[in-house]
């Protein structure tokens, strides 16, 4: 618990992500996107809205991170509840539930897949588990599957077919929250 957090922190540091940042910018990058979910919510919100200022400000471009992608598409859906199917186990799922809650965001309905490795999450039948915890969970609002480690983009339209109801992923967003920083995606993340 304790010892993953601090991990999830050291990764997710300004120290670690600043020379990156700066490099992509000086290489050309418009936008800069830290494409990791449980390294940009491990320290809550207000440091996950630190995070991108500080990479704002180190390499002049617009940035985002995976966490914070996923809380503004579920906002931007007008979405204040959402289910959660994580592939982390159970303390780091908390870490995420109180991130969400932070950005205005209550988690009804949760799942810790207590995935600890990133291959273990990558090996996910992620289609069969959504269709799963949306056959336990009958609702309407959308279900966040966090964790860039899972491949969503290539079954996308799959996901959103077996949930019945609107998925956002870690991948999706990601991509859709750099885009609409750039001006090249639509508001409402589903569109």
């Known amino acids: 618990g304790i010892m993953q957090k601090d991990n ?12 990156s940042a700066r490099r992509l910018a000086s290489r050309g990058a418009d936008c800069i996107l830290w ?8 320290g809550g919100y207000e440091q996950a809205r630190q995070q991108i200022s500080a990479l704002t400000s180190i390499s002049g471009k617009p940035a985002t991170s995976t966490s914070m992608a996923l809380a503004t598409a579920a906002r931007l859906m ?16 908390a870490l995420l539930v109180g991130f969400l809650k932070d950005a205005g965001i209550c988690v009804v309905e949760s799942r810790a897949l207590g995935c600890i490795l990133t291959e273990e999450s990558f090996a996910i039948d992620i289609a ?4 799963q915890f949306c056959a336990q969970v009958a609702a309407t609002r959308p279900v966040l599957v966090p964790d860039t480690a899972i491949n969503t983009l290539d079954c996308f339209a799959e996901l959103q077919r077996v949930a019945g109801r609107p998925v956002i992923t870690a991948n999706q967003a990601s991509l859709w929250h750099a885009a609409y920083l750039l001006g090249h995606a639509p508001e409402n993340v589903m569109k």
Do not use: M, Q, W
Request: proline share 2%; with cysteine; net charge negative.
């Open 35 to 42: 494409g990791c979910t449980s390294g940009s919510f491990a």
């Open 128 to 131: 069969k588990e959504v269709s």
């Open 8 to 19: 999830l922190l050291a990764i997710g540091s300004v120290g670690a992500l600043g020379e």
């Open 78 to 93: 007008n979405a204040t509840e959402v289910d959660l199917l994580s592939a982390y186990d159970g303390p780091v799922t």
